[in-house]
T-cell receptor, first 119, second 111 residues
């Protein structure tokens, strides 16, 4: 049973380009979470998605960032017109039930992350 | 405040016990977690504790919860070189229905 798969592991972009980060949740998991980790900082929640729906995007910057989790295929975190401040590790996590349906008892399973570097 | 707080670094001698501390903010948090992150890897759930418990033990790991002070600790007995990692404390924040992470404590082991 494969874990949460993220790709690419490393992504280098120049300022102004677009970054697309992909996350395939664990088999049977329909809930996906994206977190961002800046150096020497913890993980900051960005967005929580269930298949075809955005449940909570309160951590997403209002501009340039978007996320989707289509019925088929991986979840995508998209950053348009990247800036140097977007450089970070982006982690995806999945769960079978979602923290809302199983509050507190939910455990997140994390991918290995995508390290985004903006030149 | 918003933050789950941890000290950034801890250094212990191999074979000693490591104690990593964390304070959280939401008194209604129902679950508290400890995650481990090894270099270049994602976070791995180590253990968790329900808020009506004071202590949970799992082999070399002991979690202590002081709900009054909103203080959580992780004790690793007989620390080994393989325990070198960043340890994240996290709380399930009921008010926001999401899991909030601390900044992580980097544990280094010296011979």
């Amino acid at each position: 049973n494969a874990g949460v798969m993220q790709n690419p592991r490393h992504l280098v972009r120049r300022r102004g380009q677009e970054a697309r980060l992909r996350c395939s949740p664990m088999k049977g998991h329909s809930h996906v979470y994206w977190y961002r980790q800046l150096p020497e900082e913890g993980l900051k929640f960005m967005v929580y998605l269930q298949k075809e729906n955005i449940i909570d995007e309160s951590g997403m910057p209002k501009e340039r960032f978007s996320a989707e989790f289509p019925k088929e295929g991986p979840s995508i975190l998209r950053i348009q017109q990247v800036v140097r401040g977007d450089s970070a590790a982006y982690f995806c996590a999945s769960s079978p039930n979602g923290v809302i349906k199983a509050p507190g008892g939910e455990k997140l399973f994390f991918g290995s992350g995508t390290q985004l570097s903006v030149l | 405040g918003e933050d789950v707080e941890q000290s950034l670094f801890l250094s212990v001698r191999e074979g000693d016990s490591s104690v990593i501390n964390c304070t959280y903010t939401d008194s209604s948090s129902t679950y508290l977690y400890w995650y481990k992150q090894e270099p270049g890897a994602g976070l791995q759930l180590l253990t968790y504790i329900f808020s009506n418990m004071d202590m949970k033990q799992d082999q070399r790991l002991t979690v202590l919860l002081n709900k009054k002070d909103k203080h959580l600790s992780l004790r690793i007995a007989d620390t080994q070189t393989g325990d070198s990692a960043i340890y994240f404390c996290a709380e399930f924040r009921s008010s926001a229905s999401k899991i909030i992470f601390g900044s992580g404590t980097r544990l280094s082991i010296r011979p």
